[in-house]
């Protein structure tokens, strides 16, 4: 079974964590700032970098989150393309919370289930960030987010608040579509 390494997830969660970042902080128009190529229903798809850095991603923010009136920051769940680093269908989820070091997320798309691991050992941002487990899951999951209707995510914060997250996935196909178009 291959599972992400945690240098892999340190690495991975720096760069996003920058893209996400730069896309907020930045104004429309500068280099640097991730280029969004379209928003589709719920989903959204983003270019950033460019040649063997290049990256292309598509989030979304969760339609529900349980339980209500829970302090979270940003939530949101993401498919990532880095061809530089030959890496298709990186599954990543930002929770809003420090996750338990004990928590075990998982998401669950129909009657699909897919665990997820946490950066908690690594700290700082890592913390707040789940990645697909097992990386022979990636197309699997994509595959399901594609042909489902909603996703849902399980996880439980640092201070043992478990939390559900449910996504709509009406407009991931096409915004997938735009991002496989855009790093070939």
């Known amino acids: 079974m291959l599972k992400r390494t945690r240098l892999f997830a340190t690495v991975s969660a720096g760069i996003v964590s920058f893209g996400i970042a730069a896309l907020m902080a930045t104004s429309a128009g500068a280099a640097d700032a991730p ?16 040649g063997a ?25 993401m498919v990532t393309h880095r061809p530089g680093r030959n890496i298709r269908n990186e599954i990543s989820m930002r929770a809003g919370y420090v996750f338990s070091a004990t928590s075990k997320p998982f998401a669950t798309i129909g009657k699909a289930k897919f665990q997820m691991f946490t950066g908690v050992s690594e700290g700082g941002e ?17 595959k399901a987010i594609r042909a489902g209707s909603s996703l849902v995510i399980k996880g ?22 735009k991002i496989d178009a855009a790093c070939k």
Request: charged share 30%.
């Open 156 to 177: 439980s914060s640092s201070k043992k608040t478990v939390t559900t997250d449910t996504y709509s996935l009406k407009g991931s196909g096409t915004a997938l579509n």
């Open 53 to 77: 850095d290049r990256i292309c991603y598509v989030l979304a923010e969760p339609r529900t989150q349980e339980p209500k009136g829970a302090k979270r920051g940003d939530v949101y769940f």
């Open 126 to 142: 890592h913390q707040y960030w789940a990645w697909l487990d097992n990386t022979k899951d990636e197309d699997k999951m994509v």
């Open 35 to 50: 280029k969004l190529l379209g928003k589709y229903d719920d989903w959204a798809a983003y270019t950033y970098g460019t």
